[in-house]
């Protein structure tokens, strides 16, 4: 039976015992930066694999610079903590590990400075986010997207994802799977979770870093898939709105999203209204990468539990 431990106060925990207090900086005022990693199952390994562990790692480093927060761990360190996590945990099926680093102090003023720095990680189950296979039913938000002036978005900042709760329950209360929000110029940035992809002909199209989209480690896997495997050319460039009714194929890719086809956007059909060629290639691939069944990519993958099957 599965029992989740937490890496809180620089040890290892149960999760039950892992407590800030509700004066605690970030909790009030949105002064952390977090990652989502994903540890994939493999029942026929009985193994999880965590997916591209230092490029998550080397992304909160970042974040953390970003917003002032003292972040004095390795990435050996950090490896050796989240595999076992993953192990004392016992899960076996899919899991959600959750780094965040946070200022600590328990002391209300809004700042950054002067102020006390924690690390903390958990891991929880976690299954399909959206549905791979029917594809996803997509509108444009109301919300656009936060400007890097205003809260930098090459950051995963806390107090960021407010803007994406509005936009996913704006598209979820309107009947839709999920939101694809616009910059200020009205170009397409991202969804509320994932970055966005179009395809036209034998281009994959993906708007830039400076549509204030979080670039994502999916991202980068997805590029490197196009250009290596599928042979096709990826294009980073600004995207028009009504260009995603009119491509050929239309995804989202993201941690928790993982490859998942948009099907329909503001109640126009994308395509064929299902999953298209490329879609399927790169979901294909992907699903076989992260679970450690593609041994090209196995650089990638970190498995967690010391024991497996012969």
């Known amino acids: 039976m599965a029992t989740p431990y937490a890496y809180f106060k620089r040890e290892i925990v149960p999760l039950s015992d892992a407590k800030i207090g509700v004066m605690t900086h970030a909790f009030n005022y949105g002064t952390a930066v ?7 199952w493999n029942e026929d390994e009985s193994q999880i694999y965590v997916f591209r562990m230092k490029e998550h790692y080397d992304r909160l480093r970042r974040s953390c610079r970003i917003m002032r927060i003292d972040f004095p761990y390795e990435n050996e360190e950090l490896s050796s903590i989240t595999t076992q996590l993953v192990e004392m945990s016992g899960y076996r099926e899919d899991v959600y590990i959750r780094p965040l680093a946070y200022k600590s102090s328990e002391l209300l003023g809004v700042r950054l400075h002067d102020l006390d720095d924690d690390f903390l990680i958990f ?7 959206l549905d791979i296979e029917k594809g996803a039913r997509c509108c444009t938000s109301s919300w656009r997207r936060v400007e890097d002036t205003g809260i930098p978005a090459r950051a995963k900042i806390t107090g960021i994802y407010a803007n994406s709760a509005l936009a996913k329950t704006e598209a979820n209360l309107n009947g839709f799977d999920e939101a694809i929000m616009l910059d200020e110029r009205g170009h ?18 993906t708007p830039p870093p400076s549509s204030n989209i979080l670039v994502g480690i999916t991202r980068d896997t997805v590029m490197t898939l196009v250009r290596e495997e599928l042979g096709l050319q990826v294009v980073e460039r600004d995207i028009d709105r009504s260009e995603l009714y009119t491509s050929d194929e239309c995804f989202m890719t993201g941690t928790a999203a993982h490859v998942t ?3 329909e956007l503001d109640h126009r059909i994308i395509g064929d209204g299902r999953m298209g060629p490329v879609s399927g290639r790169l979901v294909s691939l992907y699903f076989d990468i992260i679970t ?11 498995p967690c539990f010391s024991k497996v099957k012969a």
């Open 34 to 40: 977090f990652e989502g990693v994903r540890g994939n």
């Open 123 to 129: 891991v929880a189950p976690f299954g399909p986010y």
């Open 188 to 205: 397409v940035s991202e969804g509320s979770g994932e970055n966005i992809f179009v395809v036209q002909g034998d281009h994959v199209i």
């Open 261 to 263: 086809p948009v099907v």
């Open 292 to 302: 450690g069944r593609n041994a090209k990519y196995s650089h990638w993958c970190t």
